[in-house]
Structure formats: structure tokens, C-alpha cells
């Protein structure tokens, strides 16, 4: 695809061909010298004349596809700074990465790992001219300068990507002060100029995969508040929680919990101009403005946190003030405003995996009604249990026991007008209008609910397949023969299902199905049979029972994978081999045994060879199709002569092992730090090749051993360990042979060989068998 760059001052042919169709124009410079990437592509080459000149803004043209926007800056004076904006979506901000450190000749691509660079830093916003660079007009407003930390003067050559992935937009502002962060990631910083001021909406973009959204906003006058919007689908309302109390550092991360919380109060709509702020255009009218209780002036700095799980859309309304919960989560409150208006269908999101669903409604007038729908499954109608009786706090739980409440009565559908409510056309039309026996004025409250659980109704679909896979087998309390019932099976078929459908329901089973007969069966053919110990009980129960045994068992596997109850240690259950582990644990152990014995006498090699041949000869599983694994090997005692590599170290080795050491450590005897070296890897290499070659043969052997106190008493020198302090220069060598060997080793190790390579723990392995 054709790439093109023109200046504001002038054009500037490229030499690179990119199509010009699906692609995004952008406006970007730097202080000074500029280098700009497009997946991997170079599309501004900083060594071409009038690339060092920031008051030169260049226009671009770029795939609307990319995946990778990479810029690379040298400053050659006082501060270094970069302002780039790419169609409407894409600014720089503290969201790109940047490091100070060369990252090697892949940073450009797609592939490269930078989550070890830190979030650019924001020197300030385009939109006026307090800094050194002015407003540059031709770059969007809402672009900020970037750089590392070390912007005045201190980082002259600075690496930066933005790595594009599925996302959405966001607006978001808050009075006054604003921290908004997706996933941990800090995308508006509060402590950057002109985040204090409300009447300023950020828009920013967070990926589309986000699972936490968090704010943070300090209150500097009369009233605090909050209002955002993410996308189509989730604004601030009463399903946020907030709190006023410092949560500590792990509150913006998707574990933390915040079921102490509480939701969030919502102090008014964005839709009308009733309150301080007015109407918010660029901002869903659906959002609300939300804070804590003590949002007039009381809490001055407030945190509130939304989880996004998968979710269904709900469309509910009350006759006539509604609330609504899911799982014991407050989604409708009839304590805010115009929730006491049915004719007002209110349109809500849930998570996919509610387990219950919770509904209390007064009713002011003549009749009082309950319709909603839940997705494409859920309707509100007979299955409901609903009670004019006040059942106590815990009604909400999903394990509160509502079997003494009665069945919803339906008071009519919503496919017709005949009633008082008219039909609903933003309620499926399957829907039905509930409420208590008392619907007409007697019962003023109700409180309804739908618990859904793991016992659901199976289909005849999942019927029928559970009973032709299972086996031709009978007992005396089958009415018929098992191959008869599957021969007629598909005049059956309703009627084992209905039966079925209602034991996983009502948690009730027949009693024919708790009935079994008890028969002895001899645990091995060779024992004696006239001794009753060598019997075991076996229970056969009727073909139906164990079909619905089946359909529950699936059920509850279905509910304890889905939340993550099993133990990861459990290797049956998640279909590991136990056997194989074992295996792995035992020759892990034997090649560490193997380390051990070298210039051991040959008398004492013998009895090893002896005590491990007892100790491990075979795992032998019968009446399986795995085969025996034999675990026996000799111990013997070689010399390997690894294919490592004499020749002199290349360039490429040493820049790679430049970038290694860590910064803000002591130096060794040559006195020169990392950091230092680091700044540019290129120089470094140039300096490092011809020292590297000429010692090659000698190698960087010098260094200071400091002693270092352990446990005990410090009096005694064996509780002291030495510490070498390379020099830097003697490190980066170092690395260059450890890198060369490492992968020469790997190749002499087992398989099954734990605790020598990465992501190996042998104590993981160790805890599992």
C-alpha cells in the first residue's frame, strides 16, 4: 500500500507504494530528528532532509488496518517531545509505550513484547500554548506531547508504539479533578494539566475487551460528581459502586473485590439541565451523574469501579415504583427518579450468568402489574414465586429458600390491549403481566423472583441423546426392557422428558427412582465365595433414574467448570493423566540423581544402580489403553561435548546482551554504569566489538567480592555468603556465553525434565502427584 507524507509547508514524495484505499490520515512531529513506522513499514525516515525540524508538522497517510503505529525521536537540545494524531480515534497519550533503552531491530513489529516499557509520559495537552511547541493546529486537540520521564534533556533518544487492538470509545468528565483507568491502565492522569475542569469531556479509546473501568475524582468545591459513557452499552449509573474511603493500590484490578462497596448514587440524568451541570452533549444521554451519598460536599475524593461481565439486555417495567436486582445487585432503584412511572420501560444489562433475579414493586393505585423480559430465554410468567409478605433481607440471595411462596399469578399477556397497561413493544410479546393473587388493589407490595440454576429443564434433544449412548442395560425395576424403550423411544420421548424436566425443576424425585436392588459381587474370580468379606455391594437402579442422574451430573460439571470450582490439581477431573505426571516426577528425580554421582566409586555406583531399579521399575495400568511407561535407566557417567559456538562474539550478540542488566545498580571496577551504556545501544555496540574481540581469548574476569551477612551470628564468618560485582562490561560478555550455551543445554534434557527451563516448576508437578 502506497505510503505518502506531505508537509504543511511543502510535498514530499515517497518512494514506497501503499494503496491509497482504507487509510487514515495523520498529522505527527517531534523535537527533533523523526522516525515514523506504520507496521513495521518506515513512512517518515528521519535521516531524509527536514525530518528535525518539529515546527514542521507531517501529513501521512497510513492503512486503516494498522496494528502498529512505532515512532522514534532524537532530541538535540533542550526538552523532546511527540504530538501525533491519527484519524479520529488515535492521539498520543499516556496509553503508548515508550522506553529510553534501544529495543532491538523487531520493535517495530506487531510481535514485539513491550509490556517491560512504562506508559508514556504527558508533558502537556494541545490545546493552548503555556509550553515550548505552542498549539499545533493541524494536529487534533486532544493529542498531548509524550515522552519519557527524563523529557527535559535527560533521554535523547526515545522508542514509542501504540499497539491498536479492538476498542471503544469513551467520553467521560468529572467535577472536578478525573483518573480514569481500564484494566489497570491509566488512560486520563489526573496530576496532567486541565483534568480538573468538568466542562471539559475527555474522549479517549480503552480496548473493547476491558473488564474494569475505574475512576478516581476529587471534589474541589460544592458538589462532586461523575458522568461517562463506553461505547453503546454501558454508562454511569446505580450499577457502578463507589466508595469514600482509599481502597488500597489493587482496587483498579479485575480480582480486587468490592462487594463492601456500595452502588453508586445517581444524582441526576444527563437529559435535562435541572441540576449543576447541565447537559453534557458529547456524552450519552442515558448516562447519569453518579457519586457517593455525600456528594454535596461531604466526600471530596471518591473511587467508583464497573466489572463488565457478558451480559443480556433487560426490559422491565412495574405498575408502579420498580425495583430490580440481580444476584442481590441493585440495577433499578425506585428510589431515584421516575421510577414510579410504568409507562416508562426501562432498558437495563445484566450479567450472562445471573443466577437470580429479584423484583419488588408498589403499587400506588387501582391494580398493580409486574412484565419484563430477560434476553431471548427469560420472560416474566407462572414459573415466578411471588409473595405480598416481607421476606426478610436475604431474599435477594441465590440460596434463600422461596418454596413457601406461591407461583405468580399471570394477570394477562402482552400480545393484546385488553387489560389496563396496553401492549408493550419494547417487552418480547411472550412476556406476561405478574403479580400476587391481590393484583387488584388488595396487595400493595410484591416481592417476585426467579432463581436459575443448574437444574434446568433438559431438552428432548439432550434426552434422547443421553439414552441411546447409554447402555442396553435392565434391572427388575425397569417396566420394560431398555432395547424396547429405545425402539420406541420417540413415542417415549415427551413423557420421559416432562418427568425428567420436572425432578431437575422442583428438586423432587419420584419414588420408584430411589428404589435399587442390592446385589453381591465378588471383587476378584479367584476369591473364595463363600466368604462374604470378598463381596462388595453393587445398587441397581432403574434406567430412568440413571438418566436423570446423568442430565444432573452435567449440570453440575457444567456449573463448576464455568466458575472455576475444581482444583487445578485435580487431574482426573480436568482429563490429565495422573500416570503421566508420576512419570514425570520420577525421571525428574532419577536425572537429578544421575548429577549427583559423579567420581563416585564404582562399588557404590552399583548399589544406586541397585536401590533405583527397585524403586521405580514399571507403572502398569490394567484394563485401560495407555501403555506401561518403563521408568528404568541405567545410570551412566559421560561426557557431553556441547555444539557451543568459539568464534568471537558478533554485533548483534553484544546488543542484544547490552540491553540486559538492570539500570540503578552498583558498578563494578571500571566505574561505568548500565545506564549509560544503555542510552544508545549502537554507540555501546561500536565501542564494546573491538574490546570483545581483542580479550576474547582472556575474558572480563576482574570484579570486587563483597561479603554479605545471612542468619545467625555475624561473628562467625560461615554465616556470611561472598557477592562478585562484575563490571558491566564483564556482565554484557558474560551474557553473550550464557545465551550461547543455554539453548545447546536445553537439548540434553528430558522432556519431562522440571525445574531447569521456564514455565518447568517441579513443584507444581510435585503438589499435583
Known amino acids: ?34 522516525f ?64 529510553n533503552v534501544y529495543p532491538g531491530a523487531g520493535w517495530v513489529s506487531e510481535d514485539y513484547d513491550d509490556s517491560d516499557w512504562d506508559n508514556a509520559y504527558v508533558i502537556h495537552t494541545n490545546n493552548h500554548s503555556s509550553y515550548y511547541w505552542g ?8 493529542a498531548q506531547w509524550i515522552w519519557t520521564t527524563g523529557w527535559h534533556g535527560q533521554d535523547k533518544i526515545v522508542y514509542c508504539r501504540k499497539t491498536v487492538d479492538d476498542t471503544i470509545n469513551v467520553d467521560i468528565t468529572c467535577d472536578n479533578r478525573l483518573f480514569f483507568y481500564a484494566d489497570g491502565q491509566a488512560v486520563v492522569d489526573g496530576d496532567t494539566p486541565n483534568q480538573n475542569n468538568w466542562r471539559i469531556t475527555k474522549h479517549v479509546s480503552v480496548p473493547s475487551d476491558t473488564k474494569v473501568y475505574a475512576i478516581k475524582c476529587i471534589d474541589y468545591h460544592v458538589v462532586g460528581g461523575i458522568i461517562a459513557s463506553f461505547g453503546d452499552d454501558i454508562k454511569t449509573d446505580s450499577s457502578w459502586k463507589c466508595t469514600n474511603v482509599y481502597p488500597g493500590a489493587g482496587w483498579l484490578s479485575e ?60 426490559d422491565i417495567t412495574c405498575d408502579n415504583r420498580l425495583f430490580f436486582y440481580a444476584d442481590g445487585q441493585a440495577v433499578v432503584d425506585g428510589d431515584t427518579p421516575n421510577q ?28 398493580g402489574g409486574i412484565i419484563a423480559s430477560f434476553g431471548d430465554d427469560i420472560k416474566t410468567d407462572s414459573s415466578w414465586k411471588c409473595t405480598n409478605v416481607y421476606p426478610g433481607a436475604g431474599w435477594l440471595s441465590e440460596y434463600y429458600d422461596d418454596s413457601s411462596w406461591n407461583n405468580a399469578y399471570v394477570i394477562d399477556t402482552n400480545n393484546h390491549a385488553n387489560y389496563y397497561w396496553g401492549i408493550r413493544n419494547d417487552i418480547s410479546s411472550e412476556a ?28 428432548q434433544d439432550e434426552v434422547r441423546d443421553t439414552i441411546i449412548k447409554s447402555p442396553s442395560k435392565s434391572c427388575e425395576l425397569d417396566p420394560l426392557p431398555t432395547y424396547l424403550l429405545k425402539e420406541l423411544l420417540e413415542f417415549l420421548l415427551p413423557l420421559i422428558t416432562a418427568i425428567i424436566n420436572k425432578s431437575l425443576v422442583e428438586s423432587k424425585v419420584p419414588l420408584s427412582f430411589k428404589k435399587a436392588n442390592i446385589r453381591p459381587l465378588l471383587k476378584k474370580p479367584n476369591l473364595d465365595k463363600e466368604e462374604l468379606k470378598n463381596y462388595r455391594p453393587v445398587s441397581n437402579l432403574s434406567f430412568l433414574s440413571k438418566i436423570l442422574e446423568k442430565l444432573a451430573a452435567k449440570r453440575l460439571e457444567t456449573h463448576l467448570s464455568s466458575h472455576k470450582l475444581h482444583d487445578n490439581l485435580q487431574r482426573y477431573i480436568t482429563l490429565d493423566a495422573c500416570k503421566t505426571l508420576a512419570h514425570a516426577l520420577i525421571t525428574s528425580r532419577l536425572d537429578y540423581g544421575k548429577s549427583l554421582p559423579y ?30 511407561m518403563d521408568l528404568t535407566a541405567d545410570i551412566q557417567l559421560s561426557t557431553v561435548n556441547l555444539p557451543i559456538k568459539y568464534d568471537k562474539p558478533t554485533k548483534e550478540e553484544i546488543g542484544s546482551s547490552i540491553k540486559y542488566p538492570q539500570n540503578n545498580k552498583a558498578t563494578g571496577p571500571d566505574d561505568i554504569s548500565a545506564e549509560v551504556l544503555k542510552t544508545d545501544n549502537d554507540i555501546s555496540v561500536e ?83
Not at 256 to 274: K, L, P
Not at 616 to 623: E, G, K, L, P
Open 36 to 99: 515514523f513506522y506504520a507496521d513495521g513499514q518506515a513512512v517518515v525516515d528521519g535521516d531524509t532532509p527536514n525530518q528535525n525540524n518539529w515546527r514542521v508538522t507531517k501529513h501521512v497517510s497510513v492503512p486503516s488496518d494498522t496494528k502498529v503505529y512505532a515512532i522514534k525521536c532524537i532530541n538535540y537540545h533542550v526538552v523532546g517531545g511527540i504530538i501525533a494524531s491519527f484519524g479520529d480515534d488515535i492521539k498520543t497519550d499516556s496509553s503508548w509505550k515508550c522506553t
Open 255 to 314: 480480582y480486587y473485590d468490592d462487594s463492601d462497596w456500595n452502588n453508586a448514587y445517581v444524582i441526576d440524568t444527563n437529559n435535562h439541565a435541572n441540576y449543576y451541570w447541565g447537559i453534557r452533549n458529547d456524552i450519552s444521554s442515558e448516562a447519569q451523574w453518579i457519586w457517593t451519598t455525600g456528594w454535596h460536599g461531604q466526600d471530596k475524593t471518591v473511587y467508583c469501579r464497573k466489572t463488565v461481565h457478558d451480559t443480556i439486555n433487560v
Open 340 to 367: 414510579n412511572n410504568w409507562r416508562v420501560t426501562k432498558h437495563v444489562s445484566v450479567p450472562s450468568d445471573t443466577k437470580v433475579y429479584a423484583i419488588k414493586c408498589i403499587d400506588y393505585h387501582v391494580v
Open 687 to 769: 565501542l564494546f566489538y573491538p574490546l570483545f574481540t581483542e580479550i576474547w581469548e582472556n575474558t572480563c574476569h576482574q570484579g570486587y567480592l563483597i561479603k554479605l551477612p545471612e542468619k545467625g551470628e555475624l561473628s562467625n564468618y560461615s554465616n556470611y555468603r561472598g557477592n562478585t560485582f562484575l563490571s558491566v562490561s564483564g556482565k554484557f560478555f558474560d551474557r553473550i556465553i550464557l545465551k550461547r550455551m543455554k539453548g545447546e543445554v536445553d537439548t540434553y534434557l528430558r522432556n519431562e525434565e522440571a525445574g531447569f527451563r521456564p514455565q518447568r516448576s517441579c513443584i507444581a508437578q510435585i503438589v499435583t502427584i
Open 1 to 34: 500500500m502506497p505510503l505518502s507524507i506531505t508537509t504543511s509547508q511543502s510535498k514530499i514524495g515517497s518512494s514506497h507504494s501503499i494503496s491509497q484505499q482504507d487509510t487514515i490520515n495523520g498529522y505527527i512531529t517531534c523535537d527533533n530528528r523523526l
Open 432 to 459: 406476561q403481566w405478574i403479580w400476587t393473587t391481590g393484583w387488584h388493589g388488595q396487595d400493595k407490595t410484591v416481592y417476585c423472583r426467579k432463581p436459575l440454576t443448574k437444574r434446568a429443564p433438559g431438552t
Open 599 to 628: 567420581g563416585l566409586p564404582s562399588k557404590l555406583m552399583i548399589r544406586l544402580q541397585k536401590v533405583q531399579n527397585s524403586s521405580a521399575s514399571y507403572i502398569i495400568i490394567q484394563n485401560t489403553n495407555i501403555q506401561a
Open 135 to 142: 498549539v499545533r493546529s493541524d494536529i487534533s486537540s486532544e
